[in-house]
């Protein structure tokens, strides 16, 4: 690259940071501001698209089809993610014709595009000559074409040939003003998620060098004294390997940074080729898997790089985590749409969902019809926590291939519209109502704003804990929703912050930050001046267990906290899951067996709960310190049903002046631009938190399973 052009890249990155800056602080609870980028302009809020695969269907359809589409008012359509055969028969042989008479007919129904670079789905002919830019497992097994994202897409021979087609589909669209933004690659995430190909390796050692620059540092580190591992020579590393069990944490941890960091590179040279050729008004984002699912993904390290996280979510997924009904499986997982769609918010402020499941999907254990209702309340979640727009998988069911069994908007004949086909006109019309009513200028109310809360995030902790449970039944996911769900039933507006962001006490009086196993001293600083500003601050089990490289501290257990939370902490203990024991906190009983930290409060310390059996007995569960008007409460429990931490987590938040609702698991209120949205995933009827001078402008106040009430105060 030349250097005029680096130094006018920089300062457009420059450029871009700070309009991110100036913008991210407002935006949690979306309120429009002069400053933000106008990709989705108030006047056609919450636009509502459909992918479509022109190159699936008879070319005599594509008209039909995308005039059928703008009919039912979709405003947008997606292509091309999967296209790159299509696009690039042959090495360097080029055919858009078909995609450019796709995007003019787009134009003439007067829809916008969504443009997608290919990269997940190489072509044969490049698997063919490459077959080293395929990933390979930790089995050994190297992926096969005939799949979707089977290269690495930071090989460095796979690599040149993604610059290329991204130049060249930026060049020809990048100031199309039908496109209205770039989506990069599809869910992204190599294949096998951690590559163990011989490219990958030489990357991992070169990525060890630059981190360590010498081996007895990297030695350090790992503890590779621990198992006769110490290496002499960068060169000599493998990529650590756990097929086995047994695997060096340390390592393993530095596997996880270096595939995360592998991924979000390879977003960034997406981003900055789209960058430097395509008009300012057109977006840049991808579409993030739900990541519950890749904890090798880290939508933070991708902050700086694209314009918004977008992200995709299927409700009925039964890889989700269940809400306890008997229509559970109809209704989906309100909380894990509500979890993804507050992460991917919070990377540069705001979002939209990318895929959002329209019917029956093909890839669960089993595939559930949705309740009746149920596919347009998922409309109306993604509206109430603020995204800024939703498009569906898919517009047409395919009639062969991989999904065979997905639904789409339309049935299988192309011209009938499907059930939750029907539910998607049926929502999109009520947006027509919601964008005359809609008020630019309303402000969130006090009672929103006093519960803002801040989740500290941590992917180094994440990975930790996936590497070293300690026992098998700490799963690190429930473990963040047992309080990620006990906020959303207080009606708690969620950003997920990092070690990055200010810990701003006026911004966000709480924060959360459950088992943050890995710290160091400055992080303890910090929280202790958040606290001493007035926050109100709550850790849980595990929390400062390690050091950055997940050593245990030659201190006693979980020291550094110690003087934070006022207590010292002897012990943890676990339980077969067979063994309830109880807890006891404000005369109410909870059972608990995962996990059990046993300390000892110091005099001016609270003890809130005690374990009730167990040869401690007496001794303190959760303990919270007071410093001037903040405090900070410490859970070394976690009970089986999340309630003991739904009653200490109200209990902190009502001391602290702030006004809570008193929502039942999986029936969710948010706030967005002047409306209050009510959804229900429970399996009973909930009457709405209305207050005395609500107008109701969608549904009833008693709020049916799948139903929605929208309402403004
Ligand atoms: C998504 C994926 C789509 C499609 C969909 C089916 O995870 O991004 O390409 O496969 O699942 O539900």
Redo the contacts with the bound molecule.
Sequence with gaps: MKLTNIVFFAFVLMLFSCKQDQSSLERKIPNRTATEPDFFPDSSLFPIGAYYYPEHWNRSQWERDIKRMAELGFEFTHYAEFAWSAIEPNDGQYNFGWLDTCVDLAAKYGIKVVMCTPSPCPPAWLSAKFPEALTKNEAGYTSQHGTRLHANGMNDKYRPFVERIVKKMAERYGNNPTIMGWQID??PHFATIKDYSDNAQVRFRIWLKNKYSTISALNNAWGAAFWSMIYNDFNQISIPNNKEGGGNPHAMLDFDRFTAQELAAFLRYQAAILKQNISEKQFVTT?F?YYKFLANTDLFLNRNDLDFASH?M?LLSTYLNYPQGEQSHRLGSGMELSFSAEMAQSITGYTGIM?LQPGQ?N?GAYNSQPMPGAVRMWLWHCFGLGDDFVCT?RFRQPIFGG?LY?NGIMETDGITLQRGGREYVETINEMKKVRQLYDKNAKIPASVSSRNTAFLWSQDNLNDLINNPHTTEWNPWQHYYTYYQNLKSMGVPVTFITETDSFDVKRFPFMVAPSYQLLDANLVARWQKYVEQGGHLILSARTGQKDRNGHLWESLLQQPIWSLIGAKMEYNDQLPSSVSATITMNGKDYTWHTWGEVMTADSATEVLATYKDQFYAGRPAIVRRRIGSGDVSYSGAWSNDWDMEKDFMRNVYKDAGAEILDLPNYFFVEWRDGFYVAVNYTSNPVNAPLSSNAKIIFGEKLVHPSSVCVWSE
């Design positions: 599809n869910e579409n898997a995709t299927y895929e999907i890839w998988y999904e997905h």
